[in-house]
């Protein structure tokens, strides 16, 4: 397994990020600590949750996930050796469910935390992110842009002071963001210099063969500013894997169980992901994992973040980093994505 420095921090991540969502609703807490033990065996040193999950979200699944973590922290004794990242809600009409509707003012921020600590069974953060931004922007599949600063909310300004503090008082250790554009990054970089409070060193957002929309803009700050990329979604929601092909929806396949997540379902998105597929299969590898190695390849991408229901799945995505793609698959790669659009933001 290979070890990428987080951001500016002495902190070495392995390239491979254990994602946790299903955890709590596709998977239950034997399978999640079944998932941790295998991946930290095959050298996986950073798993990343969220307060909000299980996905989707309920209000009778919301903080499984941390509490299935903070029960295989407690027994396996491995909190040390492990860095734990987590997230901190925007606002969202959709989740009453979390505090009435989640904010990124102080109030929110600490008691997020304050409830996320307790589920970990941990007295710190690792990483700790903010899931998405307070203001309208186009994340979550939403494209385009409308100016809407009555919209804006809670300013970032209060929301990194919060994060700052946190980091200050080591209940954190650092912080990062998650969907947001080079504007809310830059922004949070400016913050942070011009009043000595703490740099977010990564960015959590989508990335992968439908959808490299984070090279145009994004790619360029992770390597100025040392805020790599933590993608997520590294499969399309499955669809990479060829397995929806031709209207198919096999048996306990998030597809198949979440019919409202179509941002990689619809029309261009088909036709490109059998190219991807055929190609996989003409040079002998298996779609996903060329689809997964693609990503982590990629310079600007600190980790690449695995999401799995089966161990058997968990093993083969994470055997893509083995895998080392060849200059002609690159190059067909390359032909396939200049001849057609992102699919999704």
Same mark, same amino acid.
């Given at each position: 397994?290979?070890?990428?420095?987080?951001?500016?921090?002495?902190? &070495?991540? @392995?390239?491979?990020?254990?994602?946790?969502?299903?955890? +709590?609703?596709?998977?239950?807490?034997?399978?999640?600590?079944?998932?941790?033990?295998?991946?930290?065996?095959?050298?996986?040193?950073?798993? =990343?949750?969220?307060?909000?999950?299980?996905?989707?979200?309920?209000?009778?699944?919301? +903080?499984?996930?941390?509490?299935?973590?903070?029960?295989?922290?407690?027994? @396996?004794?491995?909190?040390?050796?492990?860095?734990?990242?987590?997230?901190?809600?925007?606002?969202?009409?959709?989740? !009453?469910?979390?505090?009435?509707?989640?904010?990124?003012? #102080?109030?929110?921020?600490? #008691?997020?935390?304050?409830?996320?600590?307790?589920?970990?069974?941990?007295?710190?953060?690792?990483?700790?992110?903010?899931?998405?931004?307070?203001?309208?922007?186009?994340?979550?599949?939403?494209?385009?842009?409308?100016?809407?600063?009555?919209? =804006?909310?809670?300013?970032? $300004? #209060?929301?990194?002071? *919060?994060?700052?503090?946190?980091?200050?008082?080591?209940?954190?250790?650092?912080?990062? *963001?998650?969907?947001?554009?080079?504007?809310?990054?830059?922004?949070?970089?400016?913050?942070?210099?011009?009043?000595?409070?703490?740099?977010?060193?990564?960015?959590?957002?989508?990335?992968?063969?439908?959808?490299? @929309?984070?090279?145009?803009?994004?790619?360029?700050? !992770?390597?100025?500013? &040392?805020? +790599?990329?933590?993608?997520?979604?590294?499969?399309?929601?499955?669809?990479?894997?060829?397995?929806?092909?031709?209207?198919?929806?096999?048996?306990?396949?998030?597809?198949?169980?979440? $019919?409202?997540?179509?941002?990689?379902?619809?029309?261009?998105? #088909?036709?490109?992901?059998?190219?991807?597929?055929?190609? !996989?299969?003409?040079?002998?590898?298996?779609?996903?994992?060329?689809?997964?190695?693609? *990503?982590?390849?990629?310079?600007?991408?600190?980790?690449?973040?695995?999401?799995?229901?089966?161990?058997?799945?968990?093993?083969?995505?994470?055997?893509? !980093?083995?895998?080392?793609?060849?200059?002609?698959?690159?190059?067909?790669?390359?032909?396939?994505?200049?001849?057609?659009?992102?699919?999704?933001?």
């Amino acid at each position: 397994m290979e070890y990428r420095q987080l951001g500016h921090t002495d902190i &070495q991540v @392995s390239s491979l990020c254990l994602g946790t969502m299903t955890f +709590g609703e596709q998977n239950t807490e034997s399978d999640a600590h079944a998932q941790m033990d295998f991946a930290f065996e095959r050298g996986i040193n950073f798993f =990343d949750t969220a307060e909000m999950y299980a996905i989707p979200p309920r209000a009778e699944t919301q +903080g499984l996930t941390e509490r299935f973590i903070g029960n295989w922290l407690r027994g @396996s004794g491995q909190r040390d050796r492990l860095i734990l990242a987590s997230k901190v809600s925007g606002p969202a009409e959709w989740m !009453a469910h979390l505090r009435a509707g989640p904010r990124l003012n #102080e109030h929110h921020i600490r #008691e997020a935390l304050h409830e996320s600590l307790r589920r970990l069974q941990t007295d710190y953060i690792d990483l700790y992110q903010v899931h998405w931004p307070e203001r309208q922007s186009n994340f979550f599949g939403k494209p385009g842009y409308q100016h809407a600063p009555d919209k =804006d909310g809670i300013p970032i $300004e #209060e929301t990194l002071a *919060v994060l700052s503090a946190l980091v200050d008082e080591g209940k954190l250790r650092y912080i990062g *963001v998650s969907n947001e554009t080079p504007w809310g990054v830059m922004r949070y970089l400016e913050l942070a210099e011009r009043n000595g409070w703490q740099r977010i060193v990564s960015i959590q957002n989508p990335y992968n063969l439908l959808n490299r @929309s984070f090279e145009i803009g994004l790619a360029e700050i !992770a390597h100025r500013e &040392q805020v +790599g990329l933590l993608a997520y979604s590294p499969l399309a929601f499955g669809t990479l894997t060829g397995k929806y092909l031709q209207g198919a929806r096999p048996q306990g396949a998030r597809l198949t169980l979440f $019919e409202g997540y179509t941002r990689y379902s619809k029309a261009p998105a #088909e036709r490109v992901i059998n190219q991807y597929v055929e190609l !996989a299969r003409q040079h002998g590898l298996s779609p996903a994992q060329m689809a997964l190695a693609y *990503v982590t390849s990629r310079p600007f991408v600190t980790a690449n973040i695995l999401g799995a229901t089966t161990l058997e799945q968990l093993k083969e995505n994470i055997d893509s !980093a083995e895998l080392e793609l060849s200059e002609d698959v690159l190059d067909a790669i390359e032909k396939i994505h200049v001849a057609c659009p992102n699919i999704a933001p």
